[in-house]
């Protein structure tokens, strides 16, 4: 399984790991509800299952996704500071859907 991410949410996501009550903890992209051919993703601190995956990024950083969910697979994590702090969770394989996760 993959996972992108870009610059500013790996910036933004090593921040909520150094906080205290993230001791131990790491980042899951979990799929919130699936609407025919896309899905609405959101991030949470977590400790990993059986029945997940950590997938490492480019960006020294380990996602935990949920095995065998094809709507994880490729997600791509991008977090922008212009115009305002916004998430953006996508899933390019999964056709162009974007979700805004604030």
Sequence with gaps: MKVKINR???????KMLDKEESK???IRVAVTGVHGDHAHYDIML?????NDEVV????????????GNEFLDGVWIQFFQV???????????KG???HHHH
């Design 83 to 93: 115009p305002n702090e916004e998430w953006v969770i996508t899933n390019p394989s």
């Design 24 to 26: 131990d903890k790491m």
């Design 8 to 14: 500013s949410a790996a910036k933004a996501l090593k």
């Design 46 to 50: 977590d400790t990993p299952t059986e």
């Design 56 to 67: 490492e990024t480019d960006k020294d950083l380990s996602i935990i996704l949920e095995k």
């Design 96 to 98: 162009g859907h974007h």
